[in-house]
């Protein structure tokens, strides 16, 4: 018996590893009846649309590879010729995400982005309740022009020093007043804490990091030397006891009567108060990233997919450009800030808003006065503003302007300057400057030497280098996300062609009776529910046509259901594997599943809120919503009828 149950066992592991292989086999075998039995154009595409959206949810193959499927199954089962299908892969959004990209690798060379983010922290102080605010506006600010995922690995680190200089701050503190508690704890969580810290006294050595202590080691200890506490720690001046390991100088740190206890997964912390504001910032960061991603269109890839799949479908809409979703989303996204801060407040840091956002130097403690110095430290290591940056934040503002007064739609925009109406594209201009960042010196014209910050250019050799290389631009192009949108377009062409679109119409019919507003609120929960298990441009992909379909079923404003779905598929916040910044943060290891889990439910409920205010409020005459467009009447399904 024993011996079967280890057989099996032995077999249900082996099939557990080749899963995803069973998944890319099994899949389209099970399915192969659907066009077989019924050899009709509509049944061939939902042969392909579900088989390539099985493949995304379960990411049985790498995104961008499910997203090819349609590229050799269409062909095949005579839905779209393979030069149609091809077409589909580069589009108007290809364009203006590869132009962004161009941009957003400057910003990320020449170290605008961290200027920016340690100014914004500099303004907002180190309080934790107006740390955790100054972390999420300059996330917010970044996400709006690079991808989430690229902002929260350029945030964190920033974030991550500060917490460690908090964290090192409160030992420091502990160790000179050992009887010192913390009156808002209880006496539970009083001698919780004066345990982790005779712990943390024991383990926690310090690591010099050009001459400063900002990076902290564990190791055994070794006898005590004497050694002075300042703000960073344990003093570099202090003298170091001899090698143990041949290469980590170690302090050691003697503590008498010391009590073993037993090992915490928040030992490393001072404090508990210490971990909630752990905690704390580096979940608003991951939330940041995703609400400054919803302003604009470039902001992330879902708004990108939304944008090319709405003007594909309706190309007559002329609706939908950058000016348009930025006077929407600006205030969905500023509302969504500060509720979720005030959320993660009351959540982590409690309801004492003034003692944790008090800007008065007299309510400074001396662990936020050195930590504030720290950030200041950070920030003098930039140095002066160099010519590159200049040259960035110009380019920066410059394509903003360029895309708001593009067609504002209050008054004529530059475009109106050409006899050639509609050739020019937000892409246009964004491959134009992202072109131009090609040619550009990064070395400052009519001067002898190099700009501070171009300490990678040989001023004799490369002083034509320009501000990015064509490396500089690859590292950062997320040619997946470019295929995976791909993807996306080659579905809706099939699914226009084939009449799987009119197919799905009928069957939502009984639906009619919805007010616009439910139908809405439930797609919005639909994919934010979706979101938290699947990738998100997998999942709009998919809903994107279903929603359309309904829509025009229902005789609704397409944008009625669209745009709240667009944002609200942005919302997969609870799990690591929501998201890439998620994924991210959790590593950084100050938060654990059920922190995420509790914290992401309410940024999921006011995310949901917010959009289905926007929606119903000043998106209506924004949109015009209470009205059917004339240029979706031509794609009415009833009409079809």
């Known amino acids: 018996m024993r011996l079967e149950a280890a057989a099996r066992m032995d077999l249900f592991r082996k099939l557990w590893t080749a899963r995803k292989l069973l998944v890319v086999v099994l899949i389209p075998l099970s399915l192969l009846p659907l066009p077989l039995i019924h050899p009709t154009s ?10 390539t959206a099985i493949y995304w949810v379960s990411e049985a193959v790498p995104l961008g590879a499910a997203a090819l499927v349609p590229a050799f199954l269409y062909p095949l089962f005579g839905v779209l010729k393979s030069s149609e299908v091809a077409a589909e892969y580069c589009k108007d959004t290809t364009l203006l995400l590869m132009g962004v990209i161009c941009l957003a690798a400057s910003i990320e060379k020449w ?22 605010l100054g972390f999420m506006c300059c996330t917010v600010f970044l996400s709006m022009w690079l991808s989430n995922t690229s902002t929260t690995a350029m945030v964190m680190p920033i974030a991550e020093a500060v917490l460690q200089q908090l964290i090192c701050t409160g030992l420091a503190d502990s160790l000179e007043n050992p009887d010192s508690t913390d009156g808002t ?36 200890v070794t006898e005590l030397q004497s050694g002075e506490l300042n703000g960073l720690g344990l003093c570099p001046n202090s003298r170091i006891m001899n090698n143990t390991n041949g290469h980590l100088p170690q302090v050691a740190v003697e503590i008498p009567n010391v009590k073993r206890v037993k090992m915490r997964r928040d030992s490393q912390y001072p404090t508990k108060r210490d971990h909630m504001i752990c905690k704390c910032l580096t979940l608003s960061i991951t939330y940041a990233a995703t609400i400054g991603g919803l302003m604009t269109i470039t902001g992330t890839s879902t ?106 739609g209050f008054v004529p925009g530059w475009t109106s300057l050409f006899e050639k109406k509609g050739y020019r594209t937000d892409a246009t201009v964004s491959v134009l400057l992202g072109f131009l960042l090609f040619l550009i010196p990064a070395k400052r014209p009519f001067s002898s030497s190099c700009a501070s910050g171009c300490k990678d250019i040989d001023s004799e050799e490369d002083s034509l280098t320009p501000m990015i290389t064509w490396k500089d631009f690859q590292r950062l192009m997320p040619w997946e996300i470019v295929i995976l949108v791909g993807g996306g377009y080659a579905l809706a062409a099939g699914c226009k062609v084939s009449g799987l679109s009119v197919w799905i119409g009928r069957q939502l019919e009984p639906m009619s009776g919805l007010p616009p507003w439910a139908v809405t609120l439930l797609a919005c929960l639909l994919v934010s529910a979706v979101t938290e298990f699947a990738s998100n441009p997998a999942t709009l992909t998919v809903f994107l046509p279903i929603l359309c379909a309904l829509s025009e079923t229902l005789q609704i404003n397409p944008l009625h259901t669209l745009i709240p779905a667009t944002m609200c598929v942005s919302f997969g916040v609870m799990l690591p594997v929501g998201n890439p910044p998620n994924a991210i943060v959790f590593s950084y290891g100050h938060v654990q599943i059920r922190d995420m889990v509790k914290a992401g439910f309410g940024v999921n409920l006011i995310g ?18 209470t009205e059917f467009p004339v240029w979706a009447m031509g794609r009415n399904v009833t009409v079809g009828l």
């Open 42 to 51: 509509e049944a061939s595409c939902a042969y392909v649309l579900i088989v």
């Open 111 to 132: 170290n605008l982005h961290k200027r920016i983010a340690l100014r914004m922290v500099m303004v907002a102080g180190a309080k934790p309740g107006m740390l955790v």
């Open 185 to 220: 704890e209880d006496s539970h969580d009083n001698m919780e804490k004066e345990q982790n810290l005779e712990k943390n006294q024991l383990e926690l050595l310090y690591r010099e990091d050009s001459n400063n202590c900002s990076k902290q080691e564990l190791s055994t």
């Open 303 to 408: 708004n990108l997919i939304f944008a090319e799949q709405f003007n594909t479908r309706y190309p007559d809409a002329k609706v939908i450009n950058f000016g348009t979703w930025f006077i929407f989303s600006f205030p969905i996204a500023i509302i969504m800030l500060v509720l979720t801060w005030l959320w993660l407040h009351f959540l982590f840091l409690g309801c004492n808003f003034r003692e944790t956002c008090s800007l008065s130097k007299k309510r400074k403690t001396r662990r936020e006065m050195l930590s504030e110095q720290r950030i200041h430290e950070e920030y003098e290591k930039l140095g002066p503003i160099s010519y590159p940056e200049v040259v960035t934040g110009v380019f920066f503002v410059l394509m903003t302007l360029l895309w708001f007064t593009r067609e504002p």
């Open 608 to 625: 949901v809120a917010v959009v289905m205010l926007a929606i119903t409020t000043w998106g209506v005459p924004l949109f015009n919503l």
